[in-house]
């Protein structure tokens, strides 16, 4: 995973910066959020967000040993309400997509919780069994009112960049 969808690559892919604030969705342990808490630094601020409660567990574990301070972890799911809007420069979807059984309820969250001119960074790994093709994810992101900005890797593993358009 880590040669197909590094930690730093998709941080990089996704221009997470100094001081912004990042969505997590499907943070799992945390493979992103550590790296993505510490390139924000103490300006910026990440929320993970998780629907397993082992998951959340294990970050706030993490996050407890590490000290970290502008970490945040949300038991639930994307699409429930859970996220604040306009609060965020980047989210984070890292082979989620397909495991979300309300694709369009949860993309329009996540416009939601966006800034105007924020970015969606969704990646794709195969064989994820949940694996989404690019034709799939662009078409779901636009649905919901993002645009297309780049996209980057090829069929095995890709990361497609949206933004969300200004009101």
Known sequence: MEWLAGRDLLLDRAHVEPGMW???????????????????????????????????????????ERGVSNLE?????????KVPPAAFDRSLLVSVLGEIPDKTRALREIYTALKPGGIL??????????????????????????????????????????????P
């Not at 929320?47 to 998951?55: G, H, N, R, T």
């Not at 994810?137 to 090829?154: D, I, P, T, Y």
């Open 22 to 64: 990042v969505l997590d969705v499907g943070s799992g342990p945390g493979r992103l959020s550590l790296p993505a808490a510490a390139r924000v630094g103490p300006a910026g601020r990440v929320v993970a967000l998780d629907i397993q409660p082992s998951m959340i567990h294990k970050l706030n574990e993490r996050i407890k």
């Open 73 to 81: 972890t949300i038991l639930g799911g994307i699409g429930e309400g």
């Open 121 to 166: 960074s969704i990646t794709e790994v195969f064989p994820d069994p949940h694996y989404q093709t690019r034709t799939t994810v662009r078409k779901l992101a636009q649905a919901a009112g993002f645009s297309l900005v780049e996209s980057f890797g090829n069929w095995l593993a890709f990361t497609m960049n949206f933004r969300k358009n200004e």
